[in-house]
């Protein structure tokens, strides 16, 4: 916290720049602030996997977006997403050959 | 670590996860423009922009900030698992460098879209808000946590605490 105590050497041996030293109080238990956080954290990891998990391609990814029904109902031809929206791991911008004309 | 190389290892960190930050601002600034303008080629744009800035800046300072990351809690002594504010960062940096890797394939999918697809066709296409946002709100959270270093250490952390105590006293 903000008002951790400065430590001798807090811009030394921690590589610390703020004067906050590593803790030698010896509190035991779980501090509150960990116990909220970590169940805030823990539940959107949590939402992350299972959205991962229970939707299948194109509910989570770019079908989302070029098919239609999706999520705010945008979409692109479908002449456009055959093409073009190949869900064949394209790896960067560099390492795939666009072959598109420019419009 | 000596003082010097503590020294560069902490400035590359900081670069890196400051960079970070503020590439995913100018992401979501892109996004924002391919949500909301109503020029084609500006749409365009955007996400082609989106393309490239994820995968050449991005990717690489997200990966280069876990990485000195790594590097500066190993090498000091607040260690990787010994304060639950590192451990947090820790997890943290690895989730929304997960998501980042996941997510980057579709938007390359969608800057490919956006190449050959006519204007009412982009304005179907969306832009890319809830991903940058999410992200840069769990940066921000790091990147505070980082600063405050708010107290509480681990049963693991409390061992080696006193493990050393020991070995300290003369």
């Known amino acids: 916290m903000a008002d951790s105590p400065a430590h001798p050497d807090s811009n030394g041996e921690t590589g610390n720049d703020t004067g906050v030293a590593p803790e030698h109080g010896s509190a035991t238990g779980t501090p ?5 956080f970590g169940t805030v954290v823990a539940v959107v990891v949590l939402l992350f ?11 989570h990814g770019p079908g989302r977006h070029t098919q239609s ?26 390492l795939r050959s666009s072959g598109h004309a420019s419009p | 670590m000596s003082p010097g190389l503590r020294k560069f290892a902490l400035t590359a960190h900081l670069t890196c996860s400051l960079g970070w930050t503020g590439a995913v601002m100018a992401y979501l600034a892109l996004g924002i423009a391919a949500v909301t303008s109503p020029d084609a080629q500006t749409m365009r744009a955007a996400w082609i922009a989106m393309e490239v800035t994820g995968w050449y800046v991005i990717v690489p300072l997200a990966l280069a900030a876990l990485l000195t990351g790594l590097v500066m809690a190993l090498g000091t002594r607040w260690g990787l698992f010994r304060h639950y504010w590192v451990l947090f960062s820790l997890v943290l940096t690895i989730f929304a460098t997960v998501v980042l890797l996941l997510h980057m394939p579709d938007v390359s999918v969608l800057a490919d879209v956006a190449r050959g697809a006519d204007g009412a066709s982009l304005d ?40 050393q105590r020991p070995a300290r006293t003369p």
């Open chain 1, 32 to 36: 509150r602030w960990v116990k909220v």
């Open chain 2, 124 to 163: 179907r296409l969306g832009g890319d808000l809830f991903h940058p946002g999410l992200g840069l709100v769990v940066l921000l959270v790091i990147q505070a946590m980082n600063m405050y270093k708010p107290r509480g250490m681990t049963p693991y952390g409390l061992r080696k605490q006193q493990a």
């Open chain 1, 69 to 94: 029904g999706g999520i705010g109902a945008r979409t692109a031809p479908a002449s456009v997403v055959d093409d073009r929206g190949s869900f064949a791991g394209p790896v960067g911008p560099a």
């Open chain 1, 49 to 59: 996997i299972i959205v991962l998990l229970t939707r299948g391609p194109g509910g």
